[in-house]
């Protein structure tokens, strides 16, 4: 039961706050009607990234677009990632070929059984993924000079070689399907994305994803190992009323505080309703390594 008071709160929950989106000029037709969005620099820019989908780690993408009224070869030009060190890759994930047009939009994505997009969807694809905690893509022309890039970092990386202006911070629910998208060119990475659920291919999202819904049940306690070898996540109702939490599940996140699909601790109560101030904890269905968990409305993991 919970202790008198609720004083007893030990959260391990990461909440990132959406990243607003400034305004920002005219777009060419073509771009405004493929993606909704709009530019400060002409030219071909990369436009969404992720490093994890609904079909797991090695579900990720990037995605690049001209925004621009005539079309460039790109015949020769290279598309790096960035590693989990935040250093530029050796090799590139994919050389480019051909004449992107104005307002075009290309997808390269890995290639592995979980990526959930088609290949038809695809310009390429590539075999190494993404790194968990920091990432990042970068594109050179065929003399070698850097395009575009965007970086996407876990707190304490070494290496800032990959990224404009203020990088990303490393916040996207993978299990959800989000990405960062582009929604202006300012040089500032920080700046000209929001974290949204993913659309290669597709129009780009024009709001950031919501912060997460707060109510009166809490993770009340958690740890990651005790002398059974078990770790532990008890939730607690702290309000007034009685509360419905037949259709939660509580879902463990890794060491960098993200949730990657797959890593359910709980996808059905052990109880359908918490009266005021009871605690009940989680039966373990799955706890894989992880420092923390989120409770999310919704028994179903994402498919």
């Known amino acids: 039961m919970l202790c008198a008071g609720a004083s007893r709160l030990h959260r391990a929950i990461v909440i990132a706050l959406p990243l607003a989106a400034g305004s920002v000029p005219k777009a060419v037709a073509q771009d405004e009607a493929m993606h909704g969005i709009m530019k400060f620099r002409r030219g071909v820019v990369i436009t969404e990234l992720n490093n994890g989908g609904p079909g797991g780690y ?22 790096f990632r960035c590693t989990g060190t935040g250093s530029v890759a050796s090799a590139p994930q994919n050389t480019l070929d051909g004449t992107i047009g104005a307002g075009e939009t290309w997808v390269f994505a890995r290639e592995s059984s979980q990526s959930t997009i088609a290949d038809a969807d695809v310009k390429g694809r590539y075999k190494t993924s993404f790194a968990n905690e920091s990432y990042g893509a970068l594109l050179r022309d065929k003399g070698g000079k850097t395009v575009d890039a965007v970086a996407v970092q876990f707190p304490g990386t070494a290496s800032q070689a990959c990224g404009e202006g203020a990088v990303l911070a490393n916040t996207t629910d993978s299990a959800l399907g ?126």
């Not at 109702?237 to 996140?253: C, F, M, T």
């Open 178 to 303: 989000e990405s960062f998208q582009r929604v202006k060119d300012t040089d500032d990475n920080a700046s000209d994305f929001i974290r949204a659920p993913r659309t290669p291919n597709k129009a780009h999202a024009t709001e950031a994803s919501a912060a997460p819904k707060r109510g009166d049940v809490l993770i009340s306690e958690v740890y990651h190992t005790g002398p059974d070898g078990e770790g532990l996540i008890e939730i607690a109702n702290y309000g007034k009323q009685e509360v419905d939490i037949a259709d939660l599940r509580i879902d463990v996140v890794k060491q960098f505080g993200r949730r990657f699909n797959g890593y359910t601790r709980a996808g059905q109560m052990p109880v359908d309703k918490l009266a005021p101030g009871q605690a009940v904890v989680m039966s373990r269905e799955r706890l894989a390594s992880a420092w923390g968990a989120e409770i999310i409305r919704g028994g179903c993991p994402p498919t």
């Open 58 to 79: 090695h579900d990720n993408f990037i995605e690049i677009a001209h925004w621009s009224d005539s079309p460039v070869d790109v015949t020769g030009w290279q598309l």
